[in-house]
Structure formats: C-alpha cells, structure tokens
C-alpha cells in the first residue's frame, strides 16, 4: 500500500524557519513529480511547490517564493519543504502529493497528483 507521510510540522514563531520531510513507502517515485499544497481554516486547498524528478527548475507559488524551498533526496524516496521567513499567514495543514505517471504537466493542480500524505499543521504565531 503507498503512503506519503510527512512530519516537522509545529508551532513557530514569525520569522522562523522550518523544514517538512514527506516520506514515500510502498513504492518509489524517484521518476515523478513531487508537490506541497496547504489547507488553512476554512479555505481550499492550494498549491506551495512543485518538484520534477530530478529537481531542477521547481515551481513554487508566487506567495512563498524567495522564502520556500523544494528538495528531494529520491535515494531515500523522500521531498523536503524548506521554509524560511515563516508568516502568520502561512499557518495551515501542509499536504505533500505525488504523481503516479511520471508526467511534468500542470503541477500546481490537485488534479496532477495520484497520491496524498495526511497532513501536517503549521502554526507561525508569536
């Protein structure tokens, strides 16, 4: 059974970094684009970042850009989400996502996708 598991996430003060793993198990995906999306309080789920297999040109959401960073290590199956100068408005349940075909089209869609982590929350207040 595949399941992408993320951790890091917490309680952070603004201005803070922190760095989100999201694990890959039951099957690798070091051949397929990897994505952050994120979740606040009574809005829809939206795209963060975006990674192609082999990391170069990721593709990040004009609202985290300069500050987030997408890597992966695909030895270990495994994306980070990097994040730095961390916002008040940042706060949300983080979702990490991967694509099950290999195909680099339209990455900051759900709907790119197959698989889906659980979530992890990110709060950034003082």
């Known amino acids: 059974q595949v399941q992408l598991v993320e951790s890091g996430g917490g309680l952070v003060q603004p201005g803070g970094p922190l760095r989100l793993p999201c694990a890959a198990l039951?099957?690798?995906?070091?051949?397929?684009?990897r994505g952050w999306f994120r979740q606040a309080p009574g809005k829809e789920r939206e795209f963060v970042a975006a990674?192609?297999?082999?990391?170069?040109?990721?593709y990040y959401a004009d609202s985290v850009k300069g500050r987030f960073t997408i890597s992966r290590d695909n030895a270990k199956n495994t994306v980070y989400l990097q994040m730095n100068s961390l916002k008040p408005e940042d706060t949300a349940v983080y979702y990490c996502?991967?694509?099950?075909?290999?195909?680099?089209?339209?990455?900051?869609?759900?709907?790119?996708?197959?698989?889906w982590g659980q979530g992890t929350q990110v709060t950034v207040s003082s």
């Open positions: 996502a991967a694509d099950r075909t290999g195909t680099w089209y339209h990455p900051s869609t759900r709907s790119a996708y197959d698989y």
């Open positions: 039951g099957r690798t995906f070091r051949s397929s684009p």
């Open positions: 990674s192609r297999w082999s990391g170069s040109t990721p």
